[in-house]
């Protein structure tokens, strides 16, 4: 089944979120405007740079990795793509590809250059005149995945002329308008300022168009409700985590509205057996919790929801409902993540507070060229360890090295989050 997509665009002016290429008045913080389109619906991100100058658009570039990092839908690069370099800058940023421009003199050349090194599948073209496809319909077809249409105009011309799938970004918020040009066969998707609004709930136009049989990316479960083991009360409990940390957030049950209404929405719905009714977590609030998945245990008695959680899972202001300690034994994590996480705030915390006679501070103190130093020589050491079959010594070489590794982040300014998001990518 061919689904089809809705399209959320960036556009960034010297490092900064823009409302569009005539309007320089600022959309807001483009990291929280990502974080938002990767939990509610979005299916891609079209980001436009619209640098003057080269200094502009290293700046936008730096954007754009940024934005790659911490989203997982797939973004595509647009803007001041002048040669094959820039093409190779933004597929490594970590854009799935990249929109040429079709109103350069050059647009053949450069697309037959970056089909030629990157794959076709890589190149899109933004149009908004049918002109390129009347000159270069051969090569259009030859080295062009798929258009990007910036006027609503010529989308019956483009219908007519070239079998090339497109989509659309348009300003209108009018729906009939929208399911009109979904309904075309070789629109795969649409976006604009519409999509690209914060307050817009995507997922509530996914019904919508469902309705009007325009299939979207929505969730859809493996097993029928009917098929779960329920309580007493005909509902479930659900075990609830963050997706990225894999902290336990809180724990709630769900009758079979519930379900569906998480299913339908993206968000998690629960039943509130206080109320007696329908609960969506964050209605009031605003702290919401977007599904990134949901499994049923081997009983299929219990549901564990990974979630994107928007602020505080409990009500008492607490990042998780799980913060009252009862009875605790002395004992050592052997979660890589979780050790490497702690040592990492340990750092953070001597960078910030300064503790007399501290080895950590000492690095500090003397600045990033000791730092440097230091791993060059615990690098050393693993090598010659290494060579030596004594294992202690080449672990305690390693973790030298992890150490020192630890106190260039913090003093770099990078996270965990950073590598692990870099590791991911590749």
């Known amino acids: 089944m061919e689904y089809k997509n809705l399209i959320a665009t960036i556009y960034l002016k010297n490092g900064v979120a823009v409302k569009g290429r005539g309007n320089m008045e600022s959309a807001g913080d483009w990291k929280e405007l990502a974080k938002v389109y990767n939990d509610s619906g979005v299916d891609k991100l079209y980001v436009f740079d619209l640098a003057d100058t080269e200094k502009e658009h290293d700046i936008n570039l730096h954007a754009l990795k940024e934005l790659c990092h911490i989203i997982e839908i797939p973004i595509y690069g647009a803007g001041r793509i002048e040669h094959l370099e820039d093409i190779k800058k933004i597929l490594y940023a970590g854009c799935k590809g990249v929109i040429l421009d079709s109103s350069r003199h050059d647009i053949i050349r450069l697309a037959e250059e970056g089909a030629r090194r990157f794959g076709k599948e890589k190149i899109l073209i933004s149009m908004e005149t049918v002109d390129l496809i009347f000159k270069h319909k051969k090569e259009v077809q030859e080295h062009i995945h798929k258009l990007v249409v910036l006027n609503e105009d010529i989308v019956e011309s483009l219908e007519n002329i070239t079998n090339l799938p497109f989509s659309v970004i348009i300003s209108s918020d009018n729906k009939k308008h929208w399911i009109q040009i979904l309904k075309k066969e070789c629109v795969t998707g649409m976006g604009g300022d519409?999509?690209?609004?914060?307050?817009?709930?995507?997922?509530?136009?996914?019904?919508?168009?469902?309705?009007?049989?325009?299939?979207?990316?929505?969730?859809?479960?493996?097993?029928?409700?009917?098929?779960?083991?329920?309580?007493?009360?005909?509902?479930?409990?659900?075990?609830?985590?963050?997706?990225?940390?894999?902290?336990?957030?809180?724990?709630?049950?769900?009758?079979?509205?519930?379900?569906?209404?998480?299913?339908?929405?993206?968000?998690?719905?629960?039943?509130?057996?206080?109320?007696?009714?329908?609960?969506?977590?964050?209605?009031?609030?605003?702290?919401?919790?977007?599904v990134k998945s949901l499994t049923i245990d081997c009983d299929k008695d219990t549901i564990l929801a990974k979630v994107s959680q928007v602020g505080v899972a409990c009500h008492t202001g607490n990042p998780t409902c799980f913060f009252q300690e009862l009875v605790k034994k002395e004992y050592s994590s052997k979660n890589p993540l979780n050790i490497f996480q702690d040592i990492f705030h340990v750092i953070s915390e001597r960078k910030l507070n300064p503790r007399d006679g501290s080895y950590t501070n000492y690095l500090f103190d003397k600045g990033l060229d000791k730092i440097l130093k230091k791993i060059g020589e615990e690098a050393t050491e693993i090598v010659i360890a290494s060579k030596n079959p004594e294992l202690e010594e080449v672990k305690y070489e390693i973790s030298d090295l992890l150490y020192h590794l630890i106190v260039l982040m913090v003093e770099t300014g990078i996270t965990w989050e950073d590598i692990v998001e870099e590791l991911n990518r590749r």
Not at 195 to 224: C, H, W, Y
Request: with cysteine; net charge positive.
């Open 194 to 290: 519409y999509v690209s609004n914060p307050n817009t709930d995507v997922m509530n136009l996914k019904i919508l168009l469902a309705q009007q049989g325009i299939e979207t990316r929505k969730f859809k479960s493996s097993m029928q409700w009917s098929e779960f083991k329920l309580n007493g009360d005909g509902m479930i409990p659900v075990i609830v985590q963050d997706y990225q940390t894999c902290e336990v957030l809180m724990l709630a049950y769900m009758n079979e509205e519930a379900y569906h209404t998480t299913l339908a929405l993206g968000k998690m719905a629960y039943y509130s057996r206080s109320r007696k009714k329908l609960w969506i977590k964050g209605e009031t609030s605003g702290h919401y919790q977007y």
